[in-house]
């Protein structure tokens, strides 16, 4: 709206435009607050310089903080990521050491064992080797 509000090729201004946007400012709450602070900053060389230090002070923190949160976002999924390194690993070894549990079964079962033979051999239970035989 503020583009429309000026012509820089022309160098015009278009008042009417330009009053509907004060007038819509001086509306809304947070925009009258502002520019009655900037107005008060204004008046006074000293109290401008102030208030471009503190605004500079400010960016400055925001910059840090935004910085911080982009910090620990990514060691937070560096940590993620080395978390489910270790829960797959972990998932790995235990389906791999169920296949060969199985193996180890049929092996036993196409040999002639029985079911209690395996699971006195293996330490298993009956019930899990039959398990790991119909699996």
Same mark, same amino acid.
Request: charged share 35%; proline share 0%.
């Given at each position: 709206?503020?583009?429309?509000?000026?012509?820089?090729?022309?160098?015009?201004?278009?008042?009417?435009?330009?009053?509907?946007?004060?007038?819509?400012?001086?509306?809304?709450?947070?925009?009258?607050?502002?520019?009655?602070?900037?107005?008060?900053?204004?008046?006074?060389?000293?109290?401008?310089?102030?208030?471009?230090?503190?605004?500079?002070?400010?960016?400055?923190?925001?910059?840090?903080?935004?910085?911080?949160?982009?910090?620990?976002?990514?060691?937070?999924?560096?940590?993620?990521?080395? +978390?489910?390194? =270790?829960?797959?690993?972990?998932?790995?070894? $235990?389906?791999?050491?169920? !296949? @060969?549990? &199985? #193996? /180890?079964?049929?092996? +036993?079962?196409? =040999?002639?064992?029985?079911?209690?033979?395996? $699971?006195?051999?293996?330490? !298993? @239970?009956? &019930? #899990? /080797?039959?398990?790991?035989?119909?699996?």
């Amino acid at each position: 709206m503020m583009l429309a509000a000026t012509n820089i090729q022309n160098k015009t201004v278009n008042e009417e435009m330009i009053q509907d946007l004060e007038e819509f400012a001086m509306k809304e709450q947070e925009i009258r607050e502002a520019l009655i602070e900037w107005e008060t900053i204004s008046r006074n060389k000293e109290n401008k310089v102030l208030y471009e230090a503190r605004l500079k002070f400010l960016r400055g923190e925001l910059a840090w903080i935004l910085s911080e949160k982009k910090r620990a976002r990514e060691e937070g999924m560096q940590e993620g990521r080395e +978390e489910g390194r =270790q829960e797959g690993i972990q998932e790995g070894l $235990a389906q791999g050491m169920e !296949l @060969s549990l &199985k #193996k /180890v079964v049929n092996n +036993e079962l196409n =040999q002639g064992m029985t079911f209690s033979m395996i $699971a006195e051999i293996t330490g !298993l @239970s009956e &019930k #899990k /080797v039959e398990e790991l035989a119909h699996s």
